[in-house]
């Protein structure tokens, strides 16, 4: 019905409007413009590699549980074909004719190597290739345009190009996988001088550490391209009457984020094309003096300073962690808002809050370096900025816990992902205060400790808002609802074996247990013996997990096509303007001219007519100043 | 759907939303080249006394580069104001006169800034070797003149006795004959006719080198003794004999190759700025040629995106010559 009256109005104007209801198949669907429809690519792209990722780590789990036995059945199979080989050389290579000899000794468990691999690559794939999409792009690229009146991204075809890009690199870093001697295996942070050598390959070019560099490259321009776009929506396509004030804390959230993306980004680009250079040219900016490598000296002239690479990496790479966790903040504050049935408890204090955050989050790096030997001057600074960043931390997570209190909680399978996400996040982020004293992180550093920290935020922190999102607005995008029975199941198995393989991590790690050791730690028994029999629980849950997902992917097919049809277009009662679109929205968005009233959380308001007031609903007694031509955006161009 | 204010400014930013987006661009290409800048501070910084090079590059072609780059940016801008005042073929002649600076900028530096360097030999010395090659180094000079030392020897490579009949000749100069010495495990030492800072090392005018474009007198020697018919043997006793010549073994190099990136991290950086440098130069060529083929039909339909579109791109093209005013200094100068 809606959509029928937008493509009578586009043909009455047809001088003007040229383009768009005709568009072939793949225009609409695959390359298209629309900011929703790349939204919901970069969101399947996104879940996709997030669950990719996981298998890594399933696999991975065995071998830190059996050590060097067998993976069972099909799964050494092809772990083995694709992923078991660390070290044949183009002259050797035999794929697919299947393992020689002296591989099947190795009896097709994930070798040292094929640990090492899967180790780096669930790194690189959760960070940049799952969450940053998935959370980040996707949500941003749906949710934000509409929430705040936009017809679309100020600019369409560079939002395509950035989900493009974004494409190329997945077919990169999926490539690496299958070039001989596996894909990049120096971890996700690449450290030199051992990522400037690992993997010769084919002109120093087809390898897989060299693509991982030529992936991040193609990532990178993706993400910069979308966060100038997203920056530039925010600040020229507001609709009329939305002011900065009445924004939905998630536009806050992605604005923010977007923020730290343009400018920190580009850093790591510099770093990459460097290393690149170290890789393909031999050049030494990472590169030492007197390097020897298996027992010969190196072939650099040396002069080089590793320590230059983490510092650039790490200026990336610690504002990264925001760019994980506020664009979750944002989704859980819009759902928990709409399922208390009233407003965020300290809305400006929150945006403040990210402000700081944000400018914060780019002189905290070297507290990931403490171990470097930068000095105990540097690591002082770096030292107190870290304690202080916690302040704007604490004060989100308080503000959203206390906008539970007296609310009448609905708890829908968004709302249970929200509630879920404070106390998850509140364990990741208080465990991670030691880590920034240097005395206490000499000894913390690199063991299972930190991976307990830093999964708590990002596992059943970001990943879990990233659930609660798609549960929210999946209604929007596809106009059907998610099963609620299968959602819960999903929620409850997720959180219960989520915490049975994080929570003993922190046991593991502060016995002392390193992170990087492929066999669980059996060859290092004396010093973490008492710790290693929870090696078998935390594999066990994590295979749990990973059924726990089923539900998830059979709801998320079956409801697309089958879900229940939502009854209106605002099936949650929402205040935010995404819920005065039809569901799914047209290209173009909104049917009628939107002006904006009030607030974003105007739940409960005392003496309104029902519970929630949208933002765009005119006050009772006021003209509707949406019909008043002059103030609609269109009528400004 | 149309996207509000592609071409008018919105009423309460004052902007128009490609005039934004730019911006928000260069903030981000601010932060790349801050990072490449921030590498070559720390490696300078880093780098042991005497491991850094100075004035290798050659001053007056890379000032009439900047002059070239600050001349575009005033053409485009001009460019910008004929489409203001809505004269069109004005406009075409001034963008013209920036891609033709554009090219003269990338051209000079494929011809006179980059093969020189590609071709010119240089070996660095291990430590415990300085002493010996002291008359081409002059370290004892330079320590009283409180100056940093010279660890490397370089200038103009030839070639050894095995590489001697034609074929071999023909296939094998400038780089890739320094690649083949190089790694050649029959060749042990290396015949250098020296540049002028090894040949006179004592000489005041040789503190900081300047290799480039000056001749090496050796060449000149080398050139007058062939025309008289003298043997290569002869030749070389008398360049031996001027100083002229170097003949480094092999087994007192820490490193040797052609003044390529992987010479050592001044020339790694040096070729990863103005490389990227020089990408971007191109990058805003072809956008300005597009706008100088495809400007007519748009300055028809809409002059005033024309203009915006030129005033956008011509905010990157002033940008690009920024990053050069960083450049200059820092690689030619300090």
């Given at each position: 019905m809606s959509a029928q009256a937008t493509d009578h109005a586009a043909h009455a104007d047809h001088a003007h409007d040229e383009h768009?209801?005709?568009?072939?198949w793949w225009r609409k669907?695959?390359?298209?413009?629309?900011h929703k429809v790349i939204g919901v690519q970069y969101g399947i792209t996104g879940l996709l590699f997030l669950f990719f990722g996981l298998l890594l780590m399933l696999v991975m789990r065995w071998s830190i549980a059996h050590g060097e036995q067998p993976l069972p059945g099909f799964i050494g199979w092809i772990t083995h074909m694709f992923?078991?080989?660390?070290v044949i050389t183009w002259t050797d290579?035999?794929?697919?004719?299947g393992p020689r000899m002296g591989e099947v000794l190795s009896g097709w468990s994930l070798t040292k190597e094929g640990y090492n691999v899967f180790g780096a690559m669930h790194g690189t794939i959760m960070v940049f290739f799952g969450i940053v999409p998935a959370a980040f792009a996707g949500f941003a690229n749906f949710v934000m345009p509409l929430q705040i009146g936009a017809?679309?991204?100020?600019f369409p075809r560079i939002n395509m190009a950035s989900y493009w890009s974004l494409f190329i690199s997945c077919v990169i870093l999926l490539l690496s996988f299958v070039v001989?001697?596996?894909?990049?295996?120096?971890?996700?942070?690449?450290?030199?001088?051992l990522a400037g050598f690992a993997d010769a390959g084919f002109w120093h070019v087809l390898n897989g550490q060299t693509l991982w560099i030529l992936a991040m490259v193609f990532n990178i321009t993706a993400s910069l391209l979308g966060s100038l776009n997203f920056i530039a929506t925010m600040v020229q396509l507001r609709?009329?009457?939305?002011t900065w004030m009445r924004l939905p804390f998630f536009c806050w959230a992605i604005f923010i984020t977007a923020y730290l993306l343009l400018l920190a980004f580009p850093v790591l680009e510099a770093a990459a094309v460097m290393q690149l250079m170290d890789r393909?040219?031999?050049?030494?900016?990472f590169m030492p003096t007197g390097l020897i490598v298996n027992g010969q000296p190196a072939a650099f002239a040396g002069g080089g300073s590793p320590l230059l690479w983490q510092h650039l990496f790490w200026f990336l790479a610690h504002p990264e962690v925001y760019v994980l966790i506020l664009p979750a903040i944002g989704i859980v504050t819009e759902i928990i808002a709409n399922n208390t049935r009233k407003p965020i408890w300290g809305y400006k204090m929150m945006v403040g809050a990210i402000f700081t955050l944000a400018f914060l989050s780019f002189i905290v790096w070297a507290h990931h370096m403490?171990?470097?030997?930068?000095?105990a001057k540097v690591s002082a600074f770096f030292q107190t900025t870290t304690i202080i960043i916690s302040v704007p931390s604490v004060i989100l997570l308080t503000a959203l816990l206390l906008s539970l209190w007296g609310g009448s909680i609905r708890f829908t399978t968004p709302m249970l992902f929200a509630t879920a996400f404070l106390p998850m996040f509140g364990i990741g982020g208080l465990t991670g205060i030691p880590l920034a004293f240097n005395a206490v992180d000499l000894y913390l550093h690199d063991t299972y400790y930190i991976i307990a920290h830093f999964h708590y935020i990002v596992a059943p922190g970001t990943i879990f808002a990233i659930f609660a999102g798609v549960y929210y607005w999946f209604p929007k995008a596809t106009g059907r609802m998610m099963n609620e029975f299968l959602g819960k199941l999903h929620f409850w198995g997720s959180l219960i074996f989520i915490n049975g393989v994080f929570g003993p991590m922190f046991l593991q790690g502060m016995t002392g247990?390193?992170?990087?050791w492929y066999d669980g730690g059996e060859v290092f028994k004396q010093t973490v013996?008492?710790?290693?029999?929870?090696n078998w629980w935390i594999s066990l849950s994590a295979w749990l997990l990973g059924l726990a997902q089923l539900p998830f992917i059979i709801n998320f097919v079956y409801s697309i096509f089958a879900g229940k049809r939502v009854t209106s277009d605002n099936p949650w009662d929402?205040?935010?303007?995404?819920?005065?679109?039809?569901?799914?929205?047209?290209?173009?968005?909104?049917?009628k001219p939107i002006h904006v009233y009030r607030g974003p959380y105007e739940y409960s308001?005392?003496?309104?007519?029902?519970d929630y007031s949208p933002q765009a609903e005119p006050p009772p007694?006021?003209?509707?100043?949406?019909?008043?031509?002059?103030?609609t955006p269109a009528a400004a161009h | 759907m149309e996207i509000p204010y592609t071409v008018t400014?919105?009423?309460?930013?004052?902007?128009a939303n490609p005039k934004l987006g730019i911006w928000l661009f260069l903030a981000s290409e601010v932060m790349l080249f801050g990072g490449l800048f921030s590498c070559y501070i720390f490696q300078r910084i880093g780098?042991?006394?005497?491991?850094?090079?100075?004035?290798?590059?050659?001053v007056p072609i890379g000032f009439a580069n900047t002059l070239i780059l600050i001349a575009s940016s005033v053409t485009v801008i001009l460019a910008w104001a004929s489409l203001k005042m809505r004269k069109f073929n004005q406009y075409m002649w001034f963008m013209l006169a920036t891609i033709a600076c554009g090219l003269i900028f990338l051209g000079v530096k494929l011809t006179f800034e980059w093969p020189p360097k590609l071709g010119h030999f240089g070996a660095i010395l291990k430590k415990e070797a300085l002493v010996k090659y002291e008359g081409f180094l002059g370290n004892e000079h330079l320590a009283e003149r409180k100056l940093e030392p010279r660890v490397e020897i370089s200038g103009h490579l030839l070639p050894p006795e095995s590489y001697a009949h034609d074929a071999v000749k023909k296939e094998l100069h400038g780089r890739a004959l320094i690649e083949a010495v190089v790694h050649?495990?029959?060749?042990h030492e290396f015949k250098v006719v020296v540049d002028p800072e090894n040949a006179n090392?004592?000489?005041?005018?040789?503190?900081?080198?300047?290799?480039?474009p000056r001749d090496r007198p050796g060449d000149d020697v080398e050139k007058k003794l062939k025309a008289e018919g003298k043997s290569e043997e002869e030749i070389e006793k008398d360049l031996e004999h001027r100083n002229m010549l170097a003949v480094i073994h092999k087994e007192d190099v820490q490193w040797a190759s052609s003044?390529?990136?992987?010479?050592n991290n001044y020339f790694a950086t040096y070729f990863m700025i103005t490389g990227l440098h020089g990408a971007h130069v191109l990058a805003g060529v072809i956008v300005f040629v597009y706008f100088f083929f495809t400007g007519r039909a748009l300055y028809r339909r809409n002059p005033e995106q024309l203009a915006n579109r030129v005033e956008v791109s011509g905010l990157f093209w002033h940008f690009v010559d920024l990053i050069w005013i960083f450049v200059f200094p820092l690689f030619y100068l300090l």
């Open positions: 768009h209801h005709e568009l072939g669907y695959v390359f298209s413009t629309d992923f078991g080989n660390g290579y035999t794929f697919p004719s017809p679309d991204m100020t001989p001697g596996g894909a990049a295996k120096s971890g996700w942070t690449s450290y030199p001088p609709a009329p009457g939305l393909v040219f031999g050049t030494s900016f403490y171990m470097t030997g930068m000095g247990m390193h992170r990087r013996g008492e710790v290693l029999y929870w929402a205040t935010t303007l995404e819920w005065e679109t039809p569901s799914p929205p047209g290209h173009g968005n909104f049917i308001v005392p003496g309104a007519d029902k007694g006021s003209p509707d100043l949406a019909a008043t031509p002059h103030l | 400014a919105r009423p309460d930013t004052g902007l780098a042991e006394p005497g491991y850094w090079p100075h004035g290798l590059l050659n050649d495990p029959n060749v090392p004592k000489d005041k005018a040789n503190e900081r080198p300047h290799f480039i003044f390529e990136p992987k010479h």
